[in-house]
């Protein structure tokens, strides 16, 4: 089984400042299949990214995904206010279990 | 536009049964496979089970293996997911969520969830 494991647990930065969210696989995710969603308190998550790097429909382009193997990347270009929220990563494809990592705060500083 | 609607929570006793329903709505329902995600109060999202298209095959979580059961009607457009020997642990806000293709795809669309209380 591939854990995710997702730093830093909180990152707190003000309004229009770069976040920059780490996943890490215990072993390599194969052909990229890594997702990031974010979840704002009382909602569903929200698919952002897919397949480690492409943007979901309607994603602003301040929102992208980077990375390969073991390693990959949430890059939040310029924060809005609308930003501030929990994200997580997600392993898919046809290895199971479908396995999330822990997930980033992103909070006002 | 896709609407995944889910019912069927509520509050059981330890060791009860409950069965959660999916209406889904805007896709054609039988080209996709179906997800069931949870999350416990103040936790993260957890990963439960799978269905793929046309309902044969089946994937679980090993903490609900054996236990909880999916299955898919795609005359009806629904999804189901039947939950026996329930714990206090199983206590969460259980999403449906539809892969983007007929297999263990990224989830491209989450329903609202519904809440499922296990208390004595």
């Known amino acids: 089984e591939i854990v995710l494991t997702q730093s830093p647990g909180t990152l707190s930065l003000s309004p229009g400042e770069r976040a920059t969210l780490s996943c890490r696989a215990s072993?390599?995710?194969?052909?990229?299949?890594l997702a990031w969603y974010q979840q704002k308190p009382g909602q569903p998550p929200r698919l952002l990214i897919y397949?480690?790097?492409s943007r979901a429909t309607g994603i602003p382009d301040r929102f992208s995904g980077s990375g390969s193997g073991t390693d990959f990347t949430l890059t939040i270009s310029r924060l809005e206010p609308e930003d501030f929220a929990v994200y997580y990563c997600?392993?898919?494809?046809?290895?199971?279990?479908?396995?999330f990592g822990g997930g980033t705060k992103v909070e006002i500083k | 536009q896709v609407q995944l609607v889910e019912s069927g929570g509520g509050v059981v006793q330890p060791g009860g049964s409950l069965r959660l329903s999916c209406a889904a709505s805007g896709f054609t329902f039988s080209n996709y496979g179906m997800h069931w995600v949870r999350q416990a109060p103040g936790k993260g999202l957890e990963w439960v089970t799978f269905i793929w298209y046309g309902g044969n095959n089946k994937y679980y979580a090993d903490s609900v293996r054996g236990r909880f059961t999916i299955s898919r009607d795609n005359s009806k457009n629904t999804l189901y997911l039947q939950m026996n020997s329930l714990r206090e642990e199983d206590t969460a806000v259980y999403y449906c969520?539809?892969?983007?293709?007929?297999?263990?795809?990224?989830?491209?669309?989450w329903g609202q969830g519904i809440l499922v209380t296990v208390s004595s």
């Open positions: 397949g480690a790097s």
């Open positions: 969520a539809k892969s983007d293709s007929g297999g263990p795809g990224y989830f491209d669309y």
């Open positions: 072993q390599s995710v194969s052909s990229g299949y």
């Open positions: 997600q392993k898919y494809g046809d290895s199971p279990p479908l396995t």
